[in-house]
């Protein structure tokens, strides 16, 4: 369904009562001071949202970025995720204060369980100690990311508690409207990561240039639009300004009905990227 630009800019608001902005901005593999740099300059170009991880080791260029930048503190959302090798609770916790220790800041803003790890299934002690984490005022809010509804209900079930944000694989490749779905239903937003898939190969996908070329739009800009209005926060990456700035500017033009359908058209069967199930798949 097309939805008017001015509402796309709103940021979304969450279950426990915060917002988040719209988009965000990846940083994996942006490590060391280059990393830093990389972050400063993406959110003084405008982005508020900005995504890291235990794994990623780059909580510390993370927490630099934001602190090298023009904009203040409490206008930044930034995002770590627990790894999966520190689910248990008592290992998960210690790891949360690591993070916050890492970035040099005072708090998190968002945090996330990076993966279920169904196998070793402790992620219900994970999801304890998050909340844990929220009450200490290590983070601000909490979530998951790569959970199926399965362990959704699980965690509501045996703690009471919904997560506000879901991060998952989403792409044209792999648009996964029904896990959008359940997500919206039950009161979670969803987060896009890879939002543009295998880049080198959607960025030349004819489809994306013919809507692309009829808005006087890139093809990265129709896709992140497509996120945007299927309710999706996307979390891009980007090592250069103009690419940055570029990825931002999808709020002033809206793809059509006829527009979205074609992008749906793209989907396949074996579209994730790593072939990383979340029902089968343990991160380390």
Do not use: C
């Amino acid at each position: 369904m097309s939805t008017s630009p001015e509402n796309m800019q709103t940021p979304h608001t969450l279950n426990d009562g915060t917002t988040l902005p719209a988009i965000g901005f990846g940083t994996y593999r942006l490590n060391g001071r280059a990393g830093a740099e990389t972050v400063a300059r993406a959110i003084d170009n405008g982005y508020r949202l900005i995504d890291t991880a235990f794994n990623y080791e780059n909580e510390g260029a993370v927490g630099a970025g934001v602190r090298l930048s023009s904009v203040p503190r409490d206008e930044i959302v930034v995002t770590s995720k627990l790894p999966g090798r520190h689910h248990a609770f008592d290992q998960a916790v210690p790891t949360i204060e690591e993070s916050v220790y890492r970035t040099g800041l005072d708090h998190l803003d968002l945090l996330l369980i990076h993966w279920p790890n169904p196998l070793t299934d402790r992620y219900v002690e994970a999801w304890q100690a998050l909340i844990e984490a929220r009450e200490r005022g290590l983070t601000r809010r909490i979530g998951v990311s790569n959970f199926l509804p399965e362990h959704l209900e699980r965690l509501e079930r045996e703690t009471g508690v919904l997560p506000s944000v879901n991060q998952i694989e989403l792409h044209p490749r792999f648009p996964q409207h029904e896990a959008v779905r359940w997500n919206t239903e039950h009161g979670i937003v969803t987060e896009a990561w890879s939002p543009l898939g295998r880049a080198s190969e959607i960025l030349q996908n004819e489809t994306l240039e013919q809507i692309a070329h009829a808005h006087e739009r890139t093809v990265a800009q129709v896709v992140l639009r497509w996120h945007l209005q299927n309710g999706v926060v996307p979390i891009p990456k980007a090592t250069h300004s103009d690419r940055q700035i570029s990825n931002l500017d999808v709020f002033d033009f809206v793809l059509s009905d006829e527009d979205l359908a074609a992008i749906d058209g793209l989907a396949r069967e074996d579209g994730r990227l790593k072939g990383q199930d979340p029902a089968t798949y343990e991160e380390f």
